[in-house]
């Protein structure tokens, strides 16, 4: 592994007498190539693309601040868990660091891990998808059929030809699978159409996205929800989920790098979440947009660490 930043440091809380009661911070080690396969949480400390995209930076603190919400949950699953450490972009070079989150993603999916990275700006997509690609390149799968499901109020789909941003990384994306030949499986869902131009709807009906608005996923509409994912599924050979915490109404989730007047309530993206994981073909997850500096009272530091709990259970 070549990340940045040590961050077994974080890993620190409270201590219950009562037997079998770990917590987190007492069970997670650090990861190492010969690890048995387990979950392994990966750090992308950068907001480089939220500060190109005028968005209010700070989501370079996200993995440290989702690290501590983690650290004293407690311990349900059978499986091991292991802390990569993070991959820091300080200098402005996005790109680069992109390219490191990529090279180490590939590394771990290599060993037979369930990754999950901490943004970090939603710029971290594109370095996660570059590191699957890599990994079933390596494996030897001509033409995958990679299912990205963005739980989001935004497309994220902004011209790639201006500026990359957090605003861009999955018309990078499709731009990235077509050179290669690929099939290119996007569903988003969550969005708000006050917060998406007219130009963004246009792009997204272009690339076939499956598209659930926010005041399309009420309890009511569930059902239906799950199953529109479910013929997506269907149709693809491995999962890439990516939640973008701003999918959340502000009042959940206050610290992030642009707060929905709406949003999806947790109850709601819970199901989704595990409807996913439980699908049995998701790869790799990540967080993205937790931004520490706005976060009253960590609302959205401890629920993002709620879903990393979520997305593990299963091991």
Same mark, same amino acid.
């Given at each position: 592994?070549?990340?940045?930043?040590?961050?077994?440091?974080?890993?620190?809380?409270?201590?219950?007498?009562?037997?079998?009661?770990?917590?987190?911070?007492?069970?997670?080690?650090?990861?190492?190539?010969?690890?048995?396969?387990?979950?392994?949480?990966?750090?992308?400390?950068?907001?480089?693309?939220?500060?190109?995209?005028?968005?209010?930076?700070?989501?370079?603190?996200?993995?440290?601040?989702?690290?501590?919400?983690?650290?004293?949950?407690?311990?349900?699953?059978?499986?091991?868990?292991?802390?990569?450490?993070? +991959?820091?972009?300080?200098?402005?070079?996005?790109?680069?660091?992109?390219?490191?989150?990529?090279?180490?993603?590939?590394?771990?999916?290599?060993?037979?891990?369930?990754?999950?990275?901490?943004?970090?700006?939603?710029?971290?997509?594109?370095?996660?998808?570059?590191?699957?690609?890599?990994?079933?390149?390596?494996? @030897?799968?001509?033409?995958?059929?990679?299912?990205?499901?963005?739980?989001?109020?935004?497309?994220?789909?902004?011209?790639?030809?201006?500026?990359?941003?957090?605003?861009?990384?999955?018309?990078?994306?499709?731009?990235?699978?077509?050179?290669?030949?690929?099939?290119?499986?996007?569903?988003?869902?969550?969005?708000?159409?006050?917060?998406?131009?007219?130009?963004?709807?246009?792009?997204?009906?272009?690339?076939?996205?499956? +598209?659930?608005?926010?005041?399309?996923?009420?309890?009511?509409?569930?059902?239906?929800?799950?199953?529109?994912?479910?013929?997506?599924?269907?149709?693809?050979?491995?999962?890439?989920?990516?939640?973008?915490?701003?999918?959340?109404?502000?009042?959940?989730?206050? @610290?992030?790098?642009?707060?929905?007047?709406? @949003?999806?309530?947790?109850?709601?993206?819970?199901?989704?979440?595990?409807?996913?994981?439980?699908?049995?073909?998701?790869? +790799?997850?990540?967080?993205?947009?937790?931004?520490?500096?706005?976060?009253?009272?960590?609302?959205?530091?401890?629920?993002?660490?709620?879903? +990393?709990?979520?997305?593990?259970?299963?091991?």
């Amino acid at each position: 592994m070549n990340t940045d930043r040590n961050t077994m440091d974080a890993w620190m809380g409270r201590i219950d007498p009562e037997p079998d009661s770990p917590r987190w911070h007492q069970v997670i080690v650090p990861f190492s190539t010969a690890a048995a396969p387990g979950a392994v949480l990966l750090g992308f400390a950068c907001d480089e693309g939220v500060r190109r995209n005028q968005g209010r930076p700070g989501a370079a603190a996200a993995p440290a601040a989702i690290r501590k919400a983690l650290a004293g949950l407690a311990w349900h699953r059978s499986g091991p868990a292991y802390d990569a450490g993070d +991959v820091v972009c300080t200098d402005g070079d996005l790109e680069g660091a992109q390219v490191r989150l990529a090279q180490n993603l590939a590394e771990i999916l290599a060993g037979g891990h369930f990754p999950l990275v901490l943004g970090g700006g939603h710029e971290v997509a594109f370095g996660t998808w570059q590191g699957l690609a890599a990994h079933l390149k390596h494996n @030897g799968e001509r033409t995958p059929r990679i299912g990205i499901v963005n739980l989001d109020a935004h497309f994220d789909l902004r011209d790639p030809a201006h500026a990359h941003s957090s605003g861009t990384p999955f018309a990078q994306i499709a731009e990235a699978a077509a050179a290669r030949g690929w099939p290119f499986r996007y569903a988003c869902l969550g969005v708000s159409r006050t917060s998406n131009t007219r130009a963004l709807f246009r792009r997204a009906a272009e690339l076939d996205v499956l +598209v659930r608005e926010d005041r399309e996923i009420t309890p009511v509409t569930l059902p239906e929800v799950r199953a529109a994912l479910d013929t997506f599924i269907a149709d693809c050979d491995h999962l890439y989920l990516t939640i973008d915490l701003d999918v959340l109404p502000a009042s959940e989730a206050p @610290g992030v790098s642009a707060p929905a007047a709406r @949003g999806v309530p947790l109850v709601l993206l819970e199901a989704l979440v595990e409807h996913l994981r439980d699908s049995g073909k998701l790869r +790799v997850a990540d967080l993205a947009e937790l931004n520490p500096e706005h976060d009253i009272d960590h609302r959205t530091a401890r629920v993002a660490g709620r879903l +990393v709990h979520l997305l593990t259970l299963n091991g």
